[in-house]
T-cell receptor, first 112, second 108 residues
Framework: EPEVTQTPSHQVTQMGQEVILRCVPI?????FYWYRQILGQKVEFLVS????????KSEIFDDQFSVERPDGSNFTLKIRSTKLEDSAMYFC??????????FGPGTRLLVL | GIQVEQSPPDLILQEGANSTLRCNFS?????LQWFHQNPWGQLINLFY???GTKQNGRLSATTVATERYSLLYISSSQTTDSGVYFC??????????FGAGTQVVVTP
């Protein structure tokens, strides 16, 4: 069964550094998402992406965040200047239509 | 936005017991999924169930969309069923709104 992949699985960075989280969605999917989960809390929506542009973003997704689909396969989330409170698990998801959203295994980000 | 409430927040079961987890949502939805978050933090998709009933082994789920709730049944629970169960709802191809989850602990 096809699956969403994410790299790296873990990343440790210093406060103020830029990080790029990478995702490879399922190949025929059209809708892409990023979510995050702070330890012990629920999963929160960050941004959705369709037709090479952001379709919706949450208030968490401020100017420090950006997303890109640089080629036909990758979908990236960039955090320009990380803060301690950005420490979380970041999930990428994709879907083909109005059905199942498929989630990747997540990237655990720790900001020191 | 859509409000999602899950109950109970915590559940302790003895191995072999049955249980029911509930998800209430505040608006009409046409996407609903149940997930199990394993100890490594991965979200394992259990069911895509915007309406009706589905079964997969010892797990089954029912969504009554007109009454805005969904139920997840775990039968003959095993220790591997431990973890957090999340309900997520959405409309069309839009974002998911997650509930706060139910933490399940199955003891031997």
């Amino acid at each position: 069964e096809p699956e969403v992949t994410q790299t790296p699985s873990h990343q440790v960075t210093q406060m103020g550094q830029e990080v790029i989280l990478r995702c490879v969605p399922i190949s025929n999917h059209l809708y892409f998402y990023w979510y995050r989960q702070i330890l012990g809390q629920k999963v929160e929506f960050l941004v959705s992406f369709y037709n090479n542009e952001i379709s919706e973003k949450s208030e968490i997704f401020d100017d420090q965040f950006s997303v890109e689909r640089p080629d036909g396969s990758n979908f990236t989330l960039k955090i320009r200047s990380t803060k301690l409170e950005d420490s979380a698990m970041y999930f990428c998801a994709s879907k083909a239509s109005s059905e199942t959203q498929y989630f990747g295994p997540g990237t655990r980000l720790l900001v020191l | 936005g859509i409000q999602v409430e899950q109950s109970p927040p915590d559940l302790i079961l003895q191995e072999g017991a049955n249980s029911t987890l509930r998800c209430n949502f505040s608006d009409s939805v046409n996407n609903l999924q149940w997930f199990h978050q394993n100890p490594w933090g991965q979200l394992i998709n259990l069911f895509y169930i915007p309406s009706g009933t589905k079964q997969n082994g010892r797990l089954s789920a029912t969504t009554v969309a007109t009454e805005r709730y969904s139920l997840l049944y775990i039968s003959s629970s095993q220790t591997t069923d431990s973890g957090v169960y999340f309900c997520a709802v959405g409309q069309g191809w839009g974002k998911f709104q997650f509930g706060a989850g139910t933490q399940v602990v199955v003891t031997p």
